[in-house]
């Protein structure tokens, strides 16, 4: 079984992927997304960076004003970049693989950056990773379109965990830090005994920053996924990667 912590709303798409494959999953909610209103600056950029897929759809609508001809995009990996070209916003540097600010600073495009007017369009209290290697020969700016607010305990998390600690094949998903944060925090306050059970569960996560976060905390069996996509987690759970 898989235990699923993204928003319920984000979980479609993973649904049937898991349930074409045949593996069953429970929700397990860590989080929800909350749309910011947010005022775009009229300052123009040079270099505008997607850091998520959520980045991309919650700052759609400033894209009018975002944009200039000579905008160049930057995109943290290949799903974020993906979901700019299904807007059709042309994508002009992102790692292809190990998908992370991390790799994007070793990218030539972007490590060469120097005296640019660039711009971070990211959630509420991201990383800054990336605005601290930028900022020494740059002017960066946040655009912050979205936050996550973390989930209260609800009688779905109660069963999904029962259901979940059951199975001696478990598998959980962390896609953020916060996710593993707020896991932690509603796995404990249900039961601590709970939590040790899920320490020693297989557990997927999607960057270094993830996993180093997981290791402290005691989880012992940990992967990463090349990329923060749905195809690539069950590829995993196929063991095609």
Known sequence: MILITRPVSQTKNLELLLSSN??????????????????????KYDVIIFISVNAVNYAERHFGELFTDSSKVFAVGPVTANQLFKKNISVDCFPKINASSQELLKMKECSELSDKQI???????????????????????YLEVYERSPCNLTELHRESIESFLKEPDGVIMLTSKESLYNVVRL????????????????T????????????SMGFENIVITQNPSDEDFVSILLNKK
């Open 187 to 202: 796995v404990n306050s249900i039961s601590s005994e709970y939590f040790e059970i899920l320490r020693s569960k297989k």
């Open 119 to 141: 711009l971070i369009v990211r959630g509420k209290g991201g990383s800054e990773t990336l605005k601290k290697h930028l900022n020494s020969s740059n002017q960066v700016d």
């Open 204 to 215: 997927i996560v999607f960057s270094q920053r993830i996993k180093s976060g997981a290791k």
């Open 22 to 43: 045949n593996f069953a999953y429970a929700l397990f909610p860590a989080f929800e997304i909350i749309k910011l209103k947010t005022k775009a600056s009229t300052k």
